[in-house]
């Protein structure tokens, strides 16, 4: 067993530190104390990689980070009435059913999931261990669940885009770049929803109101990357919409390096791909409020009885020293409504 944690297990050294806190006193404050429970956490991302890294540092807008102290603020503390346990894939295939093996050999209370493809991997192994997706797409066209409003199973979460988004990335990105002629759409078919399709359709119906071809990207391994983005370097005029991915995120800096070797404006869905040095994004503002479903969880509701949640704000981040290194001149009123501007 030690080899295998070694593979998968992150290291909890630093992590959270409850210093000064006793058993005793969590107690005294409304932690339960009949037994320790397993919170599990899984994820695609190398357990180096800097996002993995920040959402453990203990803030309330890390992802991991808030779920800990969101928890504290309900009873629940690390070491003390539950133990966070977290694994990842390190975006491989074929080790997500290992390490999905692997927590539910911990037996574990709930189960968090990162991403749409993980959530369907664990749904997949288990249909009893309550599941808790931290962002996923299309829960309903995924089969996750019956409803938003009533989920019905053992999986309830959040989500974090609606297939509108897509023909909203182009309007954003046509904006910025008004005479492009063709849009490529980059997006690993195995990793995103739907093969792509559930943001295609409105990128498309956006297109065909404005004259813009729409030309598919498919990226299925990290060395494609830097051909498929060159694709559109030459006439007629392009630029690119990244979708929402889980391997676009994993490989973001190989993506953002691509686009600015190429000289390809790019919008991307998260704001991962700003700091790595992206022209924009427009996405959901990022809220951590899982800790808010594992407590109820934890003392006994049902996650197919807890429904869905949609993102409560969409923010839009423009990069504008990175639109001056492309030679574009962003319009005011794309400007005006940038939620930040980075230099």
């Not at 070491?79 to 346990?85: S, T």
């Not at 192994?125 to 808790?132: E, G, Q």
């Not at 797409?137 to 509108?164: K, Q, W, Y």
């Not at 700003?274 to 969880?297: F, Q």
């Amino acid at each position: 067993m030690t080899e295998r944690r070694s593979a998968f297990a992150v290291d909890r050294r630093g992590f959270i530190g409850l210093a000064g806190a006793t058993a005793a006193g969590w107690i005294a404050l409304g932690a339960t104390s009949d037994r320790m429970r397993i919170v599990a956490s899984l994820t695609a991302l190398p357990l180096d990689d800097e996002l993995t890294r920040r959402s453990m540092i203990d803030s309330a807008t890390s992802r991991l980070g808030g779920l800990v102290v969101g928890l504290r603020q309900r009873g629940w503390v690390e070491g003390v009435n539950f133990r966070l346990e977290l694994r990842s894939t390190f975006g491989a295939p074929d080790r997500l059913k290992a390490a999905i093996q692997e927590l539910l050999d911990l037996k574990p209370d709930v189960i968090l999931t990162g991403s749409t493809v993980e959530t369907a991997a664990v749904l997949a192994a288990t249909k009893t261990v309550p599941i808790v997706f931290a962002t996923a797409n299309d829960p309903v066209g995924n089969g996750f669940v019956e409803s938003l409003a009533h989920p019905g199973g053992n999986v309830t979460g959040f989500t974090n885009s609606t297939a509108e988004m897509g023909g909203k990335w182009l309007q954003l990105i046509r904006e910025a770049v008004p005479d492009i002629v063709r849009v490529g759409i980059l997006f690993n078919p195995a990793t995103t929803p739907r093969g792509g399709r559930f943001f295609l359709e409105s990128i498309e119906q956006e297109a065909a109101s404005c004259g813009v071809s729409v030309i598919p990207a498919p990226v299925d391994a990290p060395a494609g990357i830097d051909e498929v983005v060159g694709r559109f370097s030459e006439p007629p005029k392009a630029a690119m919409v990244a979708l929402v991915d889980s391997f676009l995120v994993i490989n973001r800096k190989a993506v953002v390096a691509a686009a600015d070797k190429y000289r390809v404006p790019t919008i991307y869905p998260f704001h991962y791909f700003m700091d790595a040095g992206g022209l924009m994004s427009y996405g959901p503002t990022l809220e951590v409020r899982s800790a808010d479903y594992v407590d109820l969880i934890l003392r006994g509701t049902k996650a197919g009885d807890l429904p869905v949640q949609s993102p409560r704000k969409y923010e839009l981040l423009i990069n504008r020293t990175v639109a001056r290194t492309l030679g574009l001149t962003l319009p005011f009123t794309l400007l005006a409504r940038a939620d930040e501007i980075r230099e």
